[in-house]
């Protein structure tokens, strides 16, 4: 299993978006990551991912 590169954590939180669709795609996205055992969403770039 791979760990999260946290530069790239960092970069994804700090995209340019209304807070509440940042906080709903990282949401989501972990969600889907812990759901599934994986280690990506599926949605690289995007936040939780």
């Known amino acids: ?3 999260p ?3 790239e954590v960092v970069a994804n939180l700090k ?3 209304p ?5 709903w795609l990282f949401v ?3 969600s889907i990551r812990i759901t599934k055992f994986q280690t ?3 949605h690289p770039g995007e936040p939780g991912c």
């Open 1 to 3: 299993m791979m760990k």
């Open 5 to 7: 590169n946290v530069k």
């Open 15 to 17: 995209q340019s978006m």
């Open 19 to 23: 807070f509440r669709r940042k906080l």
């Open 28 to 30: 989501k996205n972990v």
């Open 40 to 42: 990506c969403c599926g």
